[in-house]
């Protein structure tokens, strides 16, 4: 029953895992086809980083290596290509180390210098930036040195921060359900709901929250579901 109740938990995990992924990939999307617009979205109000080159260069390279690493690491969840094609799970799973360590995180950690919400807020992105770094690279470091339940924790850990810009975007969606609901407007509103607050607070839980997660479902042995007797895979590292 247990291994049973373990796979459908993974079945829902996947399912929300490849909505975000999806989503993700919508919210990127426009900002990538020519002209390249700088005035749409999230650059509405980021016109005075727009003007900066370093940001303006590191916003893009984020946004398109984010979603090549979420989609690199939605494949490491299956089991089947884990076990069945090895040297597959291996590309991919270096791709999203790099991808990672290289591009998403470190520009990410650059355009954290310059998040709203004031120095509180911009401590929560440089802070989020620094733990995904940190988490993808103690789940390659596990890996090679053939710790299997460490590395699939610290991957799970690591993908879980990396889904935060869904975490946020649903948080601000949801309290702007809430604050239509009851036909607040701010500054009247409960200062959890207006701006800088509200900001502040998603910066810190959008990854929180995912981390913590992350770790209930490791407490509750989710990483059994990937463990085999053989585990043949390793023999490729």
């Known amino acids: 029953m247990k291994s049973i109740l373990l796979y459908l938990l993974k079945i829902l995990i996947l399912i929300a895992i490849f ?16 002209p390249y617009p700088t005035n749409i979205d999230f650059l509405l109000n980021k016109q005075a980083e727009v003007k900066l080159q370093h940001w303006l260069i590191a916003f893009y390279i984020h946004i398109t290596t984010a979603v090549i690493a979420l989609t690199a690491g ?3 969840f299956s089991s089947t290509i884990m076990y069945q094609y090895p040297r597959l799970h291996r590309w991919v799973g270096k791709m999203y180390v790099f991808v990672i360590l290289f591009l998403a995180a470190p520009t990410g950690l650059l355009m954290g210098f310059y998040g709203e919400g004031g120095i509180l807020a ?15 690279f103690m789940a390659y470091r596990q890996i090679k040195t053939k710790e299997l339940n460490s590395h699939a924790a610290y991957m799970i850990r690591s993908y879980a921060v990396g889904l935060s810009a869904i975490t946020l975007r649903g948080t601000s969606f949801i309290f702007a359900v809430i604050k239509d609901h009851y036909q607040w407007d701010c ?17 810190w839980t959008s990854w929180i929250i995912n981390w913590l997660l992350a770790d209930v479902f490791i407490f509750f042995g989710i990483t059994r579901y990937y463990k085999t007797p053989q585990t043949p895979f390793l023999k490729t590292y």
């Open 74 to 76: 939605f494949i490491q």
């Open 187 to 203: 500054p009247d509103a409960p200062a959890l709901l207006c701006h800088p607050t509200s900001y502040i607070f998603i910066a």
């Open 122 to 136: 911009q401590i929560a992105f440089i802070c989020q930036a620094l733990a995904w770094w940190g988490l993808t």
């Open 19 to 34: 909505l975000s992924v999806r989503k993700m990939a919508s919210i990127a999307y426009p900002y990538l086809q020519s």
